[in-house]
């Protein structure tokens, strides 16, 4: 079918459960405050995913459905997706909630993430954010424009695996364009210095000079937890998402990093988010 996710594993279903655990608590912690309550996927896909859990092929609610379905409800959606397949499974799924908001925005995530940032005063509204991006899509301007509205909350599964298969051992095997994909997710030029150094041992005639990565996929992630501190008030210790098992006894490849981070810069507010978010995963 033309709106199905076939990519989908253990994975898939461990972050849709975070995330539809933290909008009920975040709902209910709001729900006797007069604020807006709005949900943003930027990456909502069709409203489905088809996941393969051991031999076991298992169709699951999508991050938007869930999001629709969440007691207590979130005032207004706003349901951000490109491919043009997936755009219509997602109308015909806006047909079955006719009392919902829900605003569906065909185009680039980054610059519709913007732009809503923009939409809003942001006093009188508070939005939880989903960043579930295809590769590396996420650009660091756009999350600096969500942490500026200081009314957003975030869910990010970073993407782990295709980070650090882009920053490769051999900086000489790094194209121009993996250069700049891994500057436009980290918003800096500083990981070139902080994971690569000059090889030990050049070849004479220097077809192996260069810079080699001396930093491991922990440290890397390190840099990215870092970076996310200088924007976000709050941000908690990712949790790991592997290729297989399940999230208390995973093997395989890590594949993301499954973060959260508070934009409201109140002490009582992120304290409160974190809190809630930390038992999310905590549970997991």
């Known amino acids: 079918m033309d709106d199905e996710h076939l990519f989908g594993g253990v994975w898939t279903r461990t ?35 088809d996941i393969t859990e051991g031999s076991q092929k298992t169709r699951i ?17 706003y349901l951000i997706e490109l491919a043009q397949k997936k755009l219509a499974a997602l109308r015909a799924m806006k047909a079955e909630y006719p009392g919902k908001s829900i605003e569906i925005i065909h185009g680039d ?19 939880v954010l989903f960043l579930d991006p295809y590769g590396m899509k996420v650009e660091w301007e756009t999350l600096k424009a969500v942490a500026g509205t200081h009314a957003i909350d975030v ?6 695996s295709a980070y650090y298969r882009q920053a490769a051992k051999d900086a000489n095997a790094m194209d121009s364009g993996k250069q700049e994909a891994i500057t436009r997710l980290l918003g ?8 690569y150094v000059p090889k030990r041992q050049p070849d004479l005639f220097d077809a192996n000079s260069g810079d080699e990565r001396e930093a ?11 970076r996310l501190r200088e ?12 290729q297989g098992g399940d999230s208390r006894n995973p093997h395989g490849a890590p594949l993301f990093a499954l973060y959260f981070a508070a934009s409201n810069p109140k002490p ?3 304290k409160l988010a974190k809190k809630i978010a930390k038992d999310v995963l905590d549970a997991l």
């Open 15 to 49: 972050k849709l459960d975070a995330l539809e655990k933290y909008l009920a608590a975040f709902n209910t912690a709001l729900s006797k405050q007069n604020f807006k309550r709005i949900y943003i996927d930027a990456f909502a896909g069709s409203g489905w995913c």
């Open 268 to 270: 009582a507010a992120y």
């Open 231 to 242: 924007i976000f008030p709050a941000v908690l210790e990712p949790k790991i998402l592997y």
């Open 155 to 160: 869910w990010y599964l970073f993407p782990y």
């Open 109 to 127: 995530a980054n610059i519709e993430l913007k732009r809503l940032c923009k939409k809003y005063s942001w006093h009188d509204e508070r939005a």
């Open 216 to 226: 491991g996929h922990s440290e890397m992630l390190d840099f990215v937890s870092g």
């Open 188 to 195: 800096t030029e500083e990981w070139r210095q902080v994971f």
């Open 61 to 77: 609610d999508g991050s938007a459905r869930r999001a629709l379905n969440v007691s207590p409800p979130f005032n207004t959606h």
